[in-house]
């Protein structure tokens, strides 16, 4: 196993971390009852995706 010889400085690590925060959830309109639905899921409320009951 390898050891590093080098103390990585805090910069170094929290530039390694900068891609590690979560993301917010983005939200579209559902095109048959309006409501809010995540993209490309079907509509928690009326159970639709792409205009058709699924």
Do not use: E, I, W
Request: aromatic share 4%.
């Amino acid at each position: 196993m390898g050891v590093p010889k080098k103390h990585k400085t805090r910069s170094g690590r929290d530039q390694r971390r900068s891609h590690h925060a979560l993301k917010a959830v983005t939200f579209a309109k559902c095109q048959n009852c309006g409501g809010p639905t995540q993209p490309h899921h079907a509509c928690p409320n009326c159970g639709h995706y792409k205009g058709r009951k699924v």
